[in-house]
C-alpha cells in the first residue's frame, strides 16, 4: 500500500511538471510570437519565406550572332553574370535583312552556335531587331524577363533610332562593355583581304569593299610579307580572359578523356556539331588547337584568318569543350597521348583536307597503332572554306550592308537626344 501510495505521488508530481513545462511553453511561444510580430515578421510568414526557394534572375540577350566569334561569347558571358538565368534571342534572317543586309549563316547555323556557349540557359528563335511593346510585354510575362542586356555600342534602327529605347524606358534595360579588337564586320574584311592579290587585277569592286569591311592592315604591304597573307590581328589576350572562359575543371581519375584536333578557324557550327558527338563519347572533351605556322604550312599563307588565340577563345566558350591545348603539335606523339591520359582520337569526315592519312607522315599514325582512333561522320558539311565563298561569291551584297551601317550610325549620333538616358 506505502508502495503504491508512493507510485501515486510519484505520477502526480511528473504530471504536474509537464503540464508546468506545457504552460511555460506556450507562455514562451506566445511571448516570442508577439515580439516578431511586433517587428513585422511573425514566425508562420518566416517559415513560408525559408521554404520558398529564390526566384532567379532571368536576363535576356538578343543578337544576330552572324559569324559568330569570341565577341559574342563574352558578351553573353558578361549578360549571364547579371542574372542567374540567360535567355538568347536569335535575329531571324529576314529581319536581319531588313535592318541590315543578308546575314551570312542561316538561322539554323547561329542557333546551334548560340546554343553551344555554355553561359546560355535557354534561346528564342525569329526574335525581333528591335524591342517593341508587344515583344518587351511578352518578355516580361511569358519568359519572366527581369532586365535586357546590350553592349555599350549603338544597336540603331534603319530611321536612326534606338532599338532598345523602350526597354530603358521601362527601367529594365542593363549594359554590358563591348569586347573590343574584334567585330563580324572585321572579320568579313579579313576574309576579302584573302583574296586581294586577285581581285586588285580583275576585280577592283573587291578592293573597295575590303577597305570598308576592314579597319586593320595588310602585311603584304607593311612588312613585305607574301602576297595573299591576311592581316595581322590586334587582338591582345590575357590569362584573366582565357580563365574567364576556361571551365577550370579536371578530369576525374578514371574519366574517358577524347582528343580532337584542328584549326577551328572561322568557328562554325560544323565544329560545334562535331565536338558535341566527340563530348558523347567520353567523360572529358580536351581539344588541340594547332599554331598559325601549321595552319599557314596545312592551308596555304592567307590561312588562319583568326590568330590563336582568338580561336581558342571560340572553342573554349563551347559548352562541350572541357580543356584546349592552344598551339597543339601537328602530330600526335605517344608522349602527348600519356602526358594527357588521352583514350580516344577522334577527326571528322568532313574538314579542309581528307588527305591525312594519305600522308608519308600520317599526324594519326601512334594513335592509330595504339587502337585508339577513330574517324567521326561529320554531322553538317560546313568547313570554313564554305564560310569563306559565301562572303566572296556576294561581296556585293555585303558591300551594300555596310553602306547601310554606316548610314545608320550616322543617323543614330544626329538624334543622339532621343536615345539617350541609360
Not at 546575314?103 to 546554343?115: F, S
Not at 568579313?188 to 583581304?193: A, D, E, S, T
Not at 547601310?404 to 543622339?416: A, D, G, I, P, R
Request: aromatic share 8%.
Amino acid at each position: 500500500m506505502a508502495s503504491e501510495a508512493g507510485q501515486s505521488e510519484n505520477l502526480q508530481k511528473s504530471t504536474r511538471f509537464l503540464a508546468t513545462c506545457l504552460v511555460g511553453g506556450v507562455v514562451l511561444g506566445l511571448s516570442l510570437w508577439g515580439f516578431y510580430a511586433a517587428a513585422g515578421h511573425p514566425p508562420s510568414l518566416e517559415l513560408r519565406w525559408r521554404k520558398k526557394k529564390k526566384k532567379p534572375v532571368r536576363v535576356y540577350m538578343d543578337g544576330c550572332f552572324d559569324m559568330m566569334h569570341y565577341g559574342h561569347c563574352n558578351a553573353l558571358r558578361q549578360a549571364r553574370a547579371l542574372g542567374d538565368q540567360l535567355v538568347v534571342g536569335v535575329v531571324s534572317d529576314d529581319e536581319i535583312t531588313a535592318n541590315k543586309g543578308p546575314p551570312v549563316t542561316p538561322l539554323h547555323e547561329r542557333m546551334i552556335m548560340v546554343q553551344a556557349v555554355k553561359w546560355v540557359d535557354e534561346i528564342i528563335p525569329d526574335a525581333p531587331y528591335a524591342i517593341t511593346e508587344d515583344f518587351m510585354k511578352k518578355l516580361f510575362e511569358e519568359y519572366n524577363i527581369d532586365y535586357i542586356i546590350h553592349g555599350d555600342d549603338p544597336c540603331i534602327l534603319p530611321d536612326g533610332s534606338d532599338a532598345y529605347a523602350l526597354a530603358k524606358k521601362a527601367g529594365r534595360y542593363k549594359q554590358i562593355k563591348r569586347t573590343e579588337g574584334v567585330s563580324s564586320t572585321d572579320i568579313v574584311g579579313r576574309m576579302l583581304l584573302c583574296f586581294r592579290e586577285r581581285s586588285v587585277s580583275d576585280k577592283p569592286q573587291h578592293s573597295s569593299l575590303q577597305r570598308q569591311f576592314s579597319h586593320g592592315h595588310n602585311r603584304k604591304f607593311e612588312d613585305g610579307a607574301l602576297a595573299g597573307e591576311t592581316r595581322i590581328s590586334h587582338f591582345l589576350p590575357t590569362s584573366r580572359r582565357i580563365v574567364q572562359f576556361s571551365n577550370g575543371k579536371s578530369p576525374g581519375q578514371d574519366a574517358r578523356i577524347v582528343y580532337i584536333d584542328g584549326a577551328f578557324d572561322l568557328f562554325h557550327a560544323g565544329h560545334v556539331e562535331i565536338l558535341r558527338v566527340a563530348r558523347g563519347l567520353g567523360d572529358f572533351l580536351l581539344v588541340g588547337i594547332h599554331t598559325d605556322e601549321t595552319v599557314s604550312a596545312k592551308r596555304g599563307v592567307h590561312r588562319p584568318i583568326m590568330n590563336l588565340h582568338e580561336r581558342s577563345l571560340s572553342v573554349l566558350a563551347c559548352r562541350y569543350v572541357d580543356e584546349v591545348i592552344i598551339g597543339a603539335p601537328w602530330e600526335v606523339s605517344k608522349d602527348m597521348i600519356t602526358t594527357f591520359n588521352i583514350s580516344l582520337v577522334v577527326h571528322g569526315t568532313v574538314a579542309e583536307s581528307d588527305d591525312f592519312q594519305k600522308e608519308k607522315d600520317n599526324p594519326y599514325a601512334v594513335p592509330i597503332t595504339l587502337g585508339i582512333f577513330r574517324v567521326l561522320e561529320s554531322p553538317l558539311d560546313i568547313t570554313t572554306t564554305t564560310i569563306i565563298k559565301r562572303i566572296v561569291s556576294n561581296n556585293e551584297a555585303y558591300q551594300k550592308r555596310n553602306e547601310k551601317k554606316t548610314v545608320s550610325e550616322k543617323k543614330y549620333y544626329e538624334n543622339k537626344t532621343y536615345i539617350s538616358g541609360d
